[in-house]
């Protein structure tokens, strides 16, 4: 097996298509093809599906794609670590946050990363929780901050850093009542502006709800923040979510914030590396360096609603 076999395998993956891999790695088709049998006569396993619509991965290959993606990332880092072992380390960093973590987290994590190690570049993927496991799984990402799932992926080593209450949020009323709490028996009569149930949140929430033999009554189902908050605003609906998820309208009254009682909903939030893998010295460095910035803005009340996870 030969290092050029596993770039070559990957890149087929990403782009679907034995024609399009050969000619973005500057390779005849046919020997592109040739290696690839090559590597499954090796393996003496199909790692590859092709049909008319282009080239999948088996369930071997997918598993063969994680492999592959970890061994070259670990032979990119020989050369980062050899240079990065000294007081001033250097390199990029590529980290996730899902949308609600990047509003508190991102800002304080950069400014404190650029005063301890001026040599380190962040690269910020913010996206849906389930979307970064998948990138964090295939190597494209070094660390993410994941909410806590009922089966977490066997090949993530997951550090708690805090547990985050769930509220109930509606468009603020004039004149009306201030906000406080919130039976859940009450908040089950709103109509209500949720993620789609593949969100982690979602599930959570749904979870809670039926342990109290409550139905959620759901007006839409939306997979962005900004998206479901503008429609809360407009008074289309009612959500729960998370204070950190809603800074900007809380901060000018355009939303308020109930807190649940009987049955809170709060979340675990973790940070997650890629167990198979080890960091590499910037990666270990801001890794070690989160915690410490969350523990600042928990200790400054910056992060409302969250506690340091125990």
Known sequence: MEIRQLKYFIRIVELGSMSRAAADLYIAQPALSQQMSHLESELDVK???RSVRGVTPTEAGNVFYRHAQAVLRQLERVREDVRAVTEDPCGVVSIGMPTSVANILAAPLMLATQSRYPRIQLRITESLSGHLEELIANGRLEL?????????SSYLKARPLVNEQLFFVRAKSPGGAPAGS???EDAAREKLILPGTPNTTRQLIERVFRERNLELQIAAELDSLSTIASVVKKGLG????SLSAIMAELSVGQLEAWSLEGAPISR?????????????????CVAEL???VVCELLDSGQWRGATAAR
């Open 290 to 292: 989160i915690p410490m």
């Open 268 to 284: 675990t939030i973790n940070l997650c590396t890629y167990d198979i893998v080890a960091l590499s010295v910037p990666a270990g």
């Open 182 to 184: 919130m039976a859940l």
């Open 47 to 49: 790692l590859l599906a």
């Open 144 to 152: 993410s901050i994941l909410f806590e799932r009922e089966r977490q």
């Open 238 to 241: 009612s959500t729960i979510t």
